[in-house]
């Protein structure tokens, strides 16, 4: 089979050590870099912002991979066990085990700011990051923040706090420990020392995530290049065919910039990325 035919996506399963397990689709081929996509809040691998960048790379012989975090999708675990540094962890599980070489993260809502955790954490290993709608500190300032003296009670006693969904008919269950736990691992509190290129897309009539927010990540990102692309009529998903255009432009130069300049990732610090 050419390397640029098709790929048969099948789902499959990694056991994390806790017994635990991670479902992902890999379209593995050997052209550097790779792409890992990181999925939001509650959200799956099946999505169309997925969808469409697993289309894409297999078109252009690159490698692929999404999943589902613990709670999520098709992978195991109670969702309201879960947390950002739970999530970070399956990420940095799926990262250390299921990919080789330099790779590109692209990171939707929350999965923006787990991109942007696992590039500290992998700064070796992450080659430039892309962010759609990026939420780092959401649960901080926009679930903690936005809850009013009587709903931040309920939650610290109750121990979670019900609130209505724009996407889902049900209520989404915030629990004390994503909002506790979320705060050993803010961001824009001060200065981001990610060193890898980043393009972030917003959109201006975002009703979730704020525009705002990004171009505040780009202040808090001092050491490497930012690229902030406001949309504005965009809103938080992102997932028209123009803004799937965008999202698949800023993949492709990225993917560009890597291969011409033949280094091992995109920081800054890289002699061969140096203008």
């Known amino acids: 089979m050419s390397r640029l035919e098709p790929l048969v996506s099948t789902t499959r399963i990694l056991t994390r050590e ?3 397990t991670i479902a992902y689709v890999q379209d593995s081929v050997e052209i550097p870099p790779g792409t890992v996509f990181l999925g939001g809040f509650r959200s799956d691998m099946t999505g169309t912002k997925a969808g469409a960048l697993a289309a894409h790379c297999r078109t252009r012989g690159q490698a692929f991979l999404r999943f589902d975090y613990f709670g999520h999708g098709a992978s195991s675990g109670d969702f309201r066990q879960g947390s950002i540094g739970r999530w970070l962890a399956d990420a940095l599980a799926v990262l250390d085990r299921l990919t080789v070489g330099p790779q590109i993260l692209v990171g939707s809502s929350m999965g923006g700011w787990i991109a942007l955790l696992v590039a500290l954490a992998r700064p070796e290993r992450i080659a430039a990051l892309i962010g759609i709608a990026p939420a780092p500190d959401f649960t901080e300032d926009l679930i903690w923040n936005r809850l009013s003296a009587q709903e931040r009670r309920q939650l610290l006693e109750r121990g979670e706090l019900l609130h209505p969904s724009a996407y889902e008919e049900n209520a989404i269950p915030f629990t004390r420990k994503l909002i506790e736990e979320g705060r050993d691992h803010l961001l824009l509190r001060g200065p981001i020392g990610i060193r890898c290129p980043v393009h972030l897309l917003h959109g201006m009539k975002d009703p979730d995530v704020p525009y705002e927010t990004s171009l505040r990540l780009s ?5 490497t290049d ?13 997932s028209r065919d123009q803004d799937l255009a965008r999202l698949m432009t800023a993949l492709d130069g990225f993917t560009r910039r890597l291969r011409a300049s033949g280094s091992p990732s995109g920081r800054r610090d890289s002699p061969d990325s140096r203008g």
């Not at 202040?219 to 050491?223: A, I, K, Q, S």
């Not at 930012?226 to 992102?238: C, K, N, P, S, T």
């Open 18 to 20: 806790d017994q635990s």
């Open 219 to 223: 202040r808090c990102l001092p050491e």
């Open 226 to 238: 930012v690229v902030v692309e406001l949309i504005e009529d965009g809103d938080h998903r992102l």
